[in-house]
């Protein structure tokens, strides 16, 4: 799963990081409207985080039709677009803003038949940039028996973004509705699947000789489904899919995600990391440098 990401990059600079990755003409959205467009307000910025939570405001990468496009885009072109979004999905249907708490990923199995996201996978997909995500290792203290849970920043060893598969929908709050206020929330989610089986060969390593598929299945169990530049150029296209594509759609994600975490690196961090309010850039490095 993904429960913790940093992202401490302003617009301007994950412009710039996105197409160091390979995305290129991508723009920071300004007002929008349409069918799965609405102005984004004033309230609906992300800030720069080193533990960056659900229900938390992240950047995602949408695609959309140019103004004036029909739903083919044969009368004009596409645009990429920098939107802020709260992180756990918003179903049109969701009562409360607390739903999202549950909805930060999104099980790849289940998607396309979920009453949550069975609409967003086939018309609303997005990709989440991060600079690399946190996951803690549980394992068993030799002496004491006692369980403990050790956080680990996993991040690319090449490039400065993981392109992670997501969905967004756009959901009415009915209190801010209410007060007269914009009432239109963007939210998203992250897509996941299973981790690489144990053993399987690595693209190098990440603790001493230890490919490092084998140390992300040994991490956890779940493991958020990452692109290429390409893939994610397909993933995002605009448009509404059949199921069927949709399936074959995830399944070739799945199976491209483990291609591109080979190229992934980890290491242990402090466990500082499991409380939201630590925020800092202390918090990506090994516990033997903090100081």
Request: hydrophobic fraction near 40%.
């Amino acid at each position: 799963m993904c429960g913790r990401y940093v992202m401490a990059l302003r617009a301007g600079d994950l412009i710039d990081a996105l197409e160091a990755c390979g995305i290129d003409d991508v723009a920071l959205a300004g007002p929008a409207t349409g069918v799965d467009a609405s102005p984004a307000g004033p309230e609906q910025s992300w800030r720069v985080s080193w533990n960056v939570a659900p229900t938390s405001t992240v950047p995602i990468l949408v695609e959309r039709y140019e103004e004036g496009a029909d739903e083919a885009g044969t009368h004009a072109g596409r645009q990429r677009e920098i939107h802020p979004a709260r992180w756990g999905l918003l179903p049109r249907w969701a009562e409360t803003a607390a739903f999202s708490s549950k909805t930060f990923n999104a099980r790849s199995e289940t998607v396309v038949s979920k009453p949550s996201f069975r609409s967003a996978v086939r018309r609303r997909r997005c990709v989440v940039p991060v600079q690399g995500y946190y996951e803690w290792k549980v394992s068993q203290e030799p002496q004491t028996g006692k369980t403990v849970r050790v956080p680990h920043l996993v991040r690319d060893r090449e490039r400065p973004l993981i392109l992670f598969a997501g969905l967004y929908e756009w959901w009415k709050d009915p209190e801010r509705e209410a007060q007269g206020r914009d009432a239109w929330v963007l939210s998203t989610t992250i897509l996941t699947g299973p981790s690489p089986d144990v053993g399987e060969d690595g693209a190098g390593p990440a603790h001493g000789d230890r490919p490092v598929l084998t140390e992300l299945a040994q991490l956890h169990d779940r493991l958020p489904l990452a692109m290429s530049a390409d893939e994610a150029a397909d993933w995002i296209a605009p448009g509404e899919r059949s199921r069927e594509d949709t399936e074959a759609d995830v399944e070739r994600l799945r199976l491209g995600a483990v291609e591109v975490a080979r190229g992934w690196t980890l290491h242990e961090v402090d466990r500082a990391v499991g409380n939201v309010r630590n925020d800092s850039p202390e918090l990506i490095r090994p516990p033997d440098v903090m100081f």
